[in-house]
């Protein structure tokens, strides 16, 4: 009897290291798939910001290093994200207005670009 004893509690510790292994593996493909989704996301708004940052190039011939900094200042003055604003001034080309806050501070941030290329 304590020959059977044995084996189930062999069992029961095999099932319990096979859950484990199945529970770890289950939680890294869930933190895979996550991270998957967000890589995913980052590489939509790198393509937005990407674009939005040749506007702003075009608007006012400068480096793509200065059009971020024009995108960066407008996001922090705005307390909007910068992806967010990337978006709303490539929407732009499609018709639709860029919201008054971002406008203002698009402006402010291009003069502020123009007199900083003054000096």
Same mark, same amino acid.
């Given at each position: 009897?304590? /020959?059977?004893?044995?084996?189930?509690?062999?069992?029961?510790?095999?099932?319990?290291?096979?859950?484990?292994?199945?529970?770890?593996?289950?939680?890294?493909?869930?933190?895979?798939?996550?991270?998957?989704? /967000?890589?995913?996301?980052?590489?939509? $708004?790198?393509?937005?910001?990407?674009?939005?940052?040749?506007?702003?190039?075009?608007?006012?011939? $400068?480096?793509?290093?200065?059009?971020? =900094?024009?995108?960066? =200042?407008?996001? /922090?003055?705005?307390?909007?994200?910068?992806?967010?604003?990337?978006?709303?001034?490539?929407?732009?080309?499609?018709?639709?207005?860029?919201?008054?806050?971002? /406008?203002?501070?698009?402006?402010?941030?291009?003069?502020?670009?123009?007199?900083?290329?003054?000096?």
């Amino acid at each position: 009897m304590s /020959q059977l004893t044995t084996l189930r509690e062999e069992q029961r510790l095999l099932t319990a290291v096979a859950s484990a292994e199945e529970t770890a593996l289950l939680t890294e493909v869930v933190e895979l798939r996550a991270r998957n989704e /967000q890589l995913g996301r980052a590489l939509a $708004s790198r393509a937005v910001i990407d674009q939005a940052r040749g506007m702003v190039m075009a608007l006012a011939p $400068s480096s793509s290093e200065r059009a971020w =900094d024009v995108l960066v =200042d407008v996001s /922090q003055h705005c307390n909007i994200k910068l992806r967010d604003v990337a978006a709303a001034l490539v929407a732009t080309t499609k018709d639709e207005t860029l919201p008054e806050p971002m /406008q203002r501070e698009l402006r402010r941030a291009l003069r502020r670009l123009h007199l900083a290329d003054r000096l």
